[in-house]
């Protein structure tokens, strides 16, 4: 059964920052598209980094320039480096894989997730 554990959640103040980690098992980041969803009360999830097996990379607009993603493939870890991070940054962020090596940015496409992790930004 696929597992996707992510950590490093917490509480900070704005301007702070955090670093998120996938740990993921019984699949290979390698082999597909990865990315990070968050989702906020009352809204809906949102993609906000993805990264597919040819590394290539893309960021929502509300994050480029402050979050970064990374993959760890020798420890099939997935990262997700937050800076900046204001108050609109709250919410429960998610590592999703999908079975494409390309990157869709739908939720509805992701194949596997992570139970999540909060993040809090206090101003």
């Known amino acids: 059964q696929v ?6 959640g917490g509480s900070v103040q704005a301007g702070g920052s955090l670093k998120l980690s996938c740990a993921v098992s019984r699949y290979t980041i390698t082999s597909s598209c990865m990315g990070w969803f968050r ?7 949102e993609w906000i980094a993805l990264i597919d097996t ?3 990379i893309d960021y929502s607009g509300s994050v480029r320039g402050r979050f970064t993603i990374s993959k760890d493939n020798k420890k099939n870890i997935l990262h997700l480096q937050m800076n900046s ?3 609109e940054d709250t919410a429960m962020y998610y590592c999703a894989a999908v079975r ?3 990157c869709r940015f739908d939720p509805s496409e992701f194949n596997y997730w992570g139970q999540g992790t909060q993040v ?3 101003s």
């Open 100 to 102: 494409y090596a390309i």
């Open 39 to 45: 989702q906020a009360p009352g809204k809906e999830r």
């Open 54 to 56: 040819y590394s290539a």
């Open 3 to 8: 597992q996707l554990v992510e950590s490093g």
């Open 120 to 122: 809090t930004v206090s």
């Open 85 to 87: 991070l204001t108050p």
